[in-house]
């Protein structure tokens, strides 16, 4: 069984940082591309960030450029998302998805807000 579970989310004040996880199992990890997606209330789900399967090709949305940092360690199954001097702009549920695989995470919230 595919599954992909998002952790890390939480309440941040703006200008803080946060790191998102996502845990994969079920599938060949190493071998599919990985993304972090968001969507906040009201709003169409956004791309936010692209690893290849060894990490040598990443693309980041531009509302995100030199403030997120995606990363993946294939030993531990696991897809990160740093995320540096978050704005409230960036609240949203934050997911992760395997297009390998077409599959979903449930989700992790952050909320951006003094």
């Known amino acids: 069984e595919v599954q992909l579970v998002e952790s890390g989310g939480g309440l941040v004040q703006p200008g803080g940082s946060l790191r998102l996880s996502c845990a994969a199992s079920g599938f060949a990890f190493s071998s599919s591309a990985m993304r972090w997606y968001r969507q906040a209330p009201g709003k169409e789900r956004e791309l936010v960030a692209v690893?290849?399967?060894?990490?040598?090709?990443?693309n980041y949305a531009d509302s995100v450029k030199g403030r997120f940092t995606i990363s993946r360690d294939n030993a531990k199954n696991t897809v990160y998302l740093q995320m540096n001097n978050l704005k409230p702009e960036d609240t949203a549920v934050y997911l992760c998805y395997a297009p390998r695989v077409g599959s979903w995470g449930w989700g992790t919230h952050v909320t951006v807000s003094s």
């Open positions: 690893i290849s399967s060894y990490g040598g090709t990443i």
